[in-house]
């Protein structure tokens, strides 16, 4: 051939070229789908579905009133590191709490508060969750996407 | 410049004084509030915050003048005399001129002289100051001995006859022994705010003092490298109004509570059966159990979990005793199997140990 580099550099541009092209196949599945594809609902619910809830608020009190993370890996919410219960990451697009009852934002608040009524014996604890608090909590788990 | 240029540089001041501020500001508060050494509250923390304070602007002013001096130096203009180097060295010029270089007179009082000046009247300041309060200044009439373990400390009251762990109380204002231990390894004890280090040596009683003279909650932490958690080696000390030292005294020598929620009742029983072979609980006058984690006889009433790294709240102590190892990898404490009820009902237990 003849162009500079030699064979060398056309092999590796050619599997360049490959591995792009064929990475866009496979990662297609992660990538955004289009908006207008009404089908595409991964996360039904998102903060603004609890009106007045402070997302930012519900992180610190997690983290000071709560310790949340002591039990739970939770994303944006520091030093919450715990492998007591489930790790909270993408919170949004789970379909269950607890494996229980459906995952919605009313449906969270309450668990927040009372988890021991949604289902007895379970390692998490009542631990006296105000109504406000519930929300806020329940608000930034819900922008975890 | 044009209009457009005077308004953008404009623009570029603003936004550096407005960096500058709030750097200021967040450097202020974290000074107001942070547990820092220039933010001393006990004559031992004074003593160094007032070394430290003096060594600083003493640097700072050298290291203007030096700056001054460099600045000088690359600036001025080179008389002419310069132009010759050569003949600047000869045995001839030495000779005549009485020095071996250029300049040796600006060295030798500069690098020399001005040094042993600044130098040997502040070390005898810095050690004058610290002899100050090596000793306290009447006799202690507490005595606290703390006892390093990897990665927690055991406290323990002489002649009270108590112990408790991971948190130190001192009434205010009056100095207390301090009879620094170490189980195992080399640790560390300080708290930023009220001591220096002090390291605790295994085989080795260390005595010191120390004396917070307002009434807080002082972080401490271990100050040595012992190991993998001896970043999360942490504990508070306490001052109390003498009323209040008291009062928490005589809490301590208490037995542990006996509680009437069934819940704590059911604890009580995991406890006996999970906890025991590492942690001791002082019950009807004899200690229950073995001394290998801390004493948990007044655990509900202490500040934090997990020796000073986290707040003492139910989902702390649920994170903790569920798993140990997530929040503190390689610490002693395993993660002990319990079923989920078990686990709430110890959780209940530790809370009722006031």
Same mark, same amino acid.
């Given at each position: ?5 030699? *064979? ?48 930012d608020?519900?992180a610190r009190?997690?983290r000071h ?11 944006g919410v520091t030093g919450?590191?715990? =492998? ?52 806020? =909590? ?8 | ?6 308004r953008a540089a404009r623009r570029a001041r603003r936004l550096a004084l407005l960096r500058l501020s709030v750097l200021g500001s967040v450097l202020a508060a974290a000074c107001a509030t942070a547990p820092s050494t220039v933010n001393p509250r ?6 160094i915050a007032?070394?430290w304070w003096l060594s600083f602007w003493l640097a700072a002013a050298i290291f203007l003048?030096v700056m001054a001096?460099?600045g ?16 600047? =060295? ?102 930023p705010q ?25 972080w ?52 006996? *059966? ?81």
């Amino acid at each position: 051939m003849a162009c500079p580099g030699g *064979r060398g550099l056309a092999l590796a541009t050619t599997l360049l070229v490959l591995a792009a092209t064929t990475g866009c196949g496979l990662l297609g599945d992660l990538a955004p789908a289009p908006a207008s594809d009404a089908r595409y609902q991964p996360a039904r619910f998102q903060p603004s579905d609890l009106p007045g809830a402070q997302p930012d608020r519900g992180a610190r009190v997690m983290r000071h009133a709560y310790g949340c993370g002591a039990c739970h890996v939770i994303p944006g919410v520091t030093g919450a590191t715990g =492998m007591v219960g489930p790790p909270l990451n993408g919170w949004s697009r789970r379909a269950y709490i607890a494996g229980n009852v459906a995952n919605t934002p009313d449906n969270l608040v309450r668990w927040l508060q009372h988890p021991q009524a949604i289902e007895p014996g379970t390692a998490m604890p009542d631990l006296g969750v105000s109504e406000a608090d519930a929300r806020d =909590m329940a608000a930034y788990l819900f922008s975890l996407r | 410049m044009t209009a457009a240029g005077r308004r953008a540089a404009r623009r570029a001041r603003r936004l550096a004084l407005l960096r500058l501020s709030v750097l200021g500001s967040v450097l202020a508060a974290a000074c107001a509030t942070a547990p820092s050494t220039v933010n001393p509250r006990g004559p031992r923390a004074a003593q160094i915050a007032d070394i430290w304070w003096l060594s600083f602007w003493l640097a700072a002013a050298i290291f203007l003048l030096v700056m001054a001096a460099l600045g000088y130096a690359l600036f001025r203009r080179r008389p002419e005399r310069w132009r010759q180097p050569a003949e600047q =060295m000869s045995p001839a010029w030495q000779r005549e001129s009485g020095s071996r270089f250029p300049g040796q007179g600006f060295v030798v009082a500069g690098g020399v002289v001005l040094p042993v000046l600044v130098l040997v009247p502040l070390s005898v300041y810095w050690i004058v100051k610290l002899i100050q309060v090596a000793v306290p200044p009447t006799p202690p009439e507490l005595t606290i001995e703390v006892t390093g373990y990897q990665f927690w400390w055991h406290v323990r009251y002489p002649d009270q006859g108590f112990v408790t762990a991971n948190e130190v109380h001192v009434p205010v204002g009056r100095p207390v022994r301090l009879l620094l231990k170490a189980q195992d390894v080399i640790h560390s004890f300080w708290v930023p705010q009220v001591m220096g280090k002090h390291d605790m040596i295994p085989g080795k009683t260390i005595e010191t003092w120390v004396q917070a003279d307002e009434a807080g909650v002082y972080w401490g932490e271990c100050a040595e490298y012992c190991g993998i958690q001896h970043a999360k080696m942490a504990f508070v000390l306490v001052a109390d109004p003498p009323e209040q030292f008291a009062a928490w005294a005589a809490r301590q020598q208490q037995p542990a509570a006996e509680s009437d929620d069934p819940v704590a009742r059911r604890g009580a029983q995991v406890f006996a *059966r999970a906890c025991i072979t590492c942690h001791t609980l002082q019950v009807g006058g004899e200690t229950v159990g073995t001394a290998v984690g801390p004493d948990l006889t007044h655990f509900g009433s202490r500040l934090t979990v997990g020796a000073g790294i986290l707040p003492n709240i139910r989902g702390n102590v649920a994170g903790w005793v569920g798993n140990p190892q997530a929040i503190k990898p390689g610490n002693t404490m395993p993660i002990v199997e319990l079923d989920s009820e078990s686990l709430l009902a110890v959780v209940t237990y530790l809370e009722s140990l006031k």
